[in-house]
């Protein structure tokens, strides 16, 4: 069976690994090329030991990624991933897009439909002409979008855990669109790969930490724009992310004012949405665990109601590196393929 040729750039990097780690066992698609900035000329191997011993990968280099290669690198490969910081990540993968390459993107450049929103939170966009062209990559939410598309922003982590818990909720109207809360806590691995002092051992080991509150989150306008789009109407969250004292994993707790909901209404809601793919929701009196997805492209959904303060409680569990990035990439990847969207993807968490 032939194998689409796939190119990572930025594949140094946590989310870059993560990609690497799923696309060698894909099984309609190659590992052919990967570029990383600070790490060119070095051995894959080397830059990521989790991939020492894996047939056809010893003698793999990271390369470095210049602009006039794109030509050259667009008659070898069929799909390039840029898991790059923002605005640099745009302006690569339009390089790659326009030379006639299938783009997937991991950073947040192309998952703001709204040019002047993304200005207001990141910036100039350097390509915003192709701000139209993006599907966004939620497949739970956009697969019907997603089939045939050419450029795909991967949601971001914390999006990802929001929309999942909300979404169902807000589609059957079963709680109010303002008032909403979402309280998310990640493992130190959303940070990045580069050694920060938030990130050192010592200082998240043994603690928790909110940050970015009040709404000054970049991530807080998509979780609105996806939301909205749910609704029906504009609508404003409040928005927490937390540190929390683990690697990998997020876990999202969202309140809502309910409308006559039930506990079980919200699941069959859920369950509504959710028939088929990657997320499952628990039953009654069972919550969400971050171990119970450790390193599977998989999500976990639970719902409370509170009769006492009319709320409902959403609850969602993801791993932010898969689910939350990598592994949704390639699930959008194979929707928009027309192939089963779990092909190649880890499905079993790690447990314990």
């Given at each position: 069976?032939?194998?689409?040729?796939v190119?990572?750039?930025?594949?140094a990097?946590?989310t870059g690994a993560?990609?690497?780690?799923?696309l060698?066992?894909?099984?309609?698609?190659n590992?052919a090329?990967?570029?990383?900035?600070?790490?060119?000329?070095?051995?894959?191997?080397?830059v990521l030991?989790?991939?020492?011993?894996?047939?056809?990968?010893?003698?793999?280099?990271?390369?470095?990624f210049?602009?006039?290669?794109?030509?050259?690198?667009a008659e070898?490969l069929?799909?390039?991933?840029?898991a790059?910081?923002?605005?640099?990540s745009a302006?690569v993968?339009?390089?790659?897009?326009?030379?006639?390459?299938?783009?997937v993107?991991?950073?947040?450049?192309?998952?703001?439909?709204?040019p002047?929103v993304?200005?207001?939170?990141y910036g100039?966009?350097?390509e915003?002409?192709?701000?139209?062209?993006?599907r966004?990559?939620?497949v739970e939410?956009?697969?019907?979008?997603?089939?045939?598309?050419?450029?795909?922003?991967?949601?971001g982590c914390?999006?990802?855990?929001?929309?999942?818990?909300?979404?169902?909720?807000l589609?059957?109207?079963?709680?109010?669109?303002?008032?909403?809360?979402i309280?998310?806590?990640?493992?130190?691995?959303?940070?990045g790969?580069?050694?920060?002092p938030?990130?050192?051992?010592?200082?998240?080991?043994?603690?928790m930490?909110?940050?970015?509150?009040?709404?000054?989150h970049?991530?807080?306008?998509e979780?609105?724009?996806e939301?909205?789009?749910?609704?029906?109407l504009?609508?404003?969250?409040l928005?927490?992310?937390?540190?929390a004292?683990?690697t990998?994993?997020?876990?999202?707790?969202?309140?809502?004012?309910?409308?006559?909901a039930?506990a079980?209404?919200?699941?069959?809601?859920?369950?509504?949405?959710?028939?088929?793919?990657?997320?499952s929701?628990?039953p009654?009196?069972?919550?969400?665990?971050t171990?119970?997805v450790?390193?599977?492209?998989r999500g976990?959904v639970?719902?409370?109601?509170?009769e006492?303060?009319n709320t409902?409680?959403?609850?969602?569990?993801i791993?932010?590196?898969?689910?939350?990035?990598?592994?949704?990439?390639?699930?959008?990847?194979n929707?928009?393929?027309?192939?089963?969207?779990?092909?190649?993807?880890?499905?079993?968490?790690?447990?314990?």
């Amino acid at each position: 069976m032939e194998k689409l040729q796939v190119g990572v750039v930025g594949a140094a990097g946590y989310t870059g690994a993560e990609l690497a780690r799923i696309l060698v066992s894909h099984p309609k698609l190659n590992l052919a090329w990967l570029s990383g900035h600070s790490t060119a000329g070095q051995r894959l191997v080397d830059v990521l030991p989790s991939l020492i011993g894996v047939p056809g990968l010893r003698d793999t280099q990271l390369e470095a990624f210049e602009d006039d290669r794109v030509p050259a690198l667009a008659e070898r490969l069929d799909v390039v991933f840029t898991a790059l910081p923002h605005a640099t990540s745009a302006r690569v993968g339009a390089a790659f897009l326009r030379a006639g390459v299938q783009v997937v993107d991991l950073s947040a450049d192309y998952r703001l439909s709204d040019p002047a929103v993304y200005e207001e939170w990141y910036g100039a966009h350097p390509e915003k002409d192709l701000l139209r062209e993006a599907r966004y990559g939620l497949v739970e939410w956009h697969r019907e979008e997603l089939f045939g598309a050419r450029l795909i922003a991967a949601p971001g982590c914390y999006p990802t855990s929001a929309i999942l818990a909300l979404g169902p909720l807000l589609r059957a109207g079963l709680i109010e669109p303002d008032g909403i809360i979402i309280d998310s806590k990640s493992g130190v691995s959303g940070a990045g790969r580069k050694p920060l002092p938030s990130t050192h051992l010592p200082e998240c080991s043994e603690g928790m930490r909110p940050y970015k509150v009040a709404g000054t989150h970049r991530h807080t306008p998509e979780i609105e724009q996806e939301l909205s789009r749910i609704a029906g109407l504009p609508l404003r969250v409040l928005f927490t992310p937390q540190l929390a004292p683990m690697t990998r994993g997020i876990l999202t707790c969202a309140y809502g004012r309910a409308k006559g909901a039930t506990a079980e209404g919200c699941r069959e809601a859920a369950r509504e949405v959710y028939k088929s793919g990657l997320v499952s929701v628990l039953p009654d009196k069972m919550l969400p665990d971050t171990l119970w997805v450790r390193g599977s492209a998989r999500g976990l959904v639970a719902y409370e109601v509170d009769e006492r303060t009319n709320t409902v409680l959403a609850f969602c569990a993801i791993d932010n590196l898969a689910k939350g990035a990598s592994a949704q990439a390639v699930q959008a990847l194979n929707v928009s393929r027309g192939w089963p969207e779990e092909l190649g993807l880890p499905l079993a968490a790690q447990f314990p």
